[in-house]
């Protein structure tokens, strides 16, 4: 008969013909599809938020073990700098003083401040001017200092200080 429901899914229209419907959805169904693809995702951004944090903890371990190291190699330079007999002076390649030793500053009657940053050829010349740089002129000194750094090569400058050591520590 025309027009006759034979069942939710299939309507029969006029002589024969059959048309198919889609089943009706009910709304508990499109609910508990959403609600699972929303616990996938909740799941997801669980994980990786976890394996963000642990690999932030991870890289946070190891800074405070390569800065435990660096401290400890701090500590021993300072120590080999303390307990040698000799000064020692660093500069970079400008010829800035950047480290040196307490015999350094007591061999040129220097505090700390009145070195660290200076430029290595004016305190030169103020040790000239004060009489207490004897040999070659400090310009040039300092010349051939830098241009052994830039070659890669060390340089020593030995003077005796023991009158003036003595006098300065009395």
Same mark, same amino acid.
């Given at each position: 008969?025309? !027009? ?5 899914? *299939? ?7 059959? $048309?198919?419907?889609?089943?009706? $959805? ?11 693809? /929303?616990?996938? =995702?909740?799941? %997801? $951004? ?10 932030? %903890?991870?890289? /946070? ?9 660096? *401290? ?9 700098? #303390? *307990?040698?007999?000799?000064? %020692?002076?660093?500069?970079? /390649?400008?010829?800035?003083?950047? =480290? @040196?030793?307490? *015999?350094?500053?007591?061999? =040129? ?7 660290? !940053? ?12 004060? !009489?207490?740089?004897?040999? #070659?002129?400090? #310009?040039? @000194? @300092?010349?051939? =200092?830098? /241009? ?5 090569? !060390?340089?020593?400058?030995?003077? #005796? ?10």
């Amino acid at each position: 008969t025309v !027009g006759e429901i034979e069942s939710p899914s *299939n309507m029969r229209v006029g002589s024969g013909i059959s $048309v198919t419907a889609p089943m009706p $959805v009910k709304w508990w169904e499109t609910m508990a599809s959403v609600s699972s693809t /929303a616990a996938v =995702l909740s799941f %997801l $951004v669980a994980g990786l938020a976890i394996a963000i944090l642990g690999t932030a %903890l991870s890289i /946070a371990v190891m800074d405070r073990r390569a800065e435990s190291a660096l *401290n400890r190699q701090k500590m021993l330079l300072d120590t080999a700098l #303390e *307990n040698m007999s000799q000064g %020692l002076c660093l500069f970079d /390649a400008e010829g800035r003083i950047q =480290l @040196f030793n307490q *015999n350094y500053s007591t061999m =040129l009657m220097r505090t700390e401040l009145e070195l660290r !940053g200076r430029l290595l050829l004016d305190v030169l010349t103020e040790q000239k001017a004060a !009489g207490r740089w004897h040999g #070659e002129e400090p #310009e040039a @000194f @300092f010349a051939k =200092l830098i /241009a052994d750094a830039q070659a890669g090569r !060390g340089a020593t400058r030995s003077e #005796e200080h023991t009158s003036e050591l003595q006098s300065h520590h009395d």
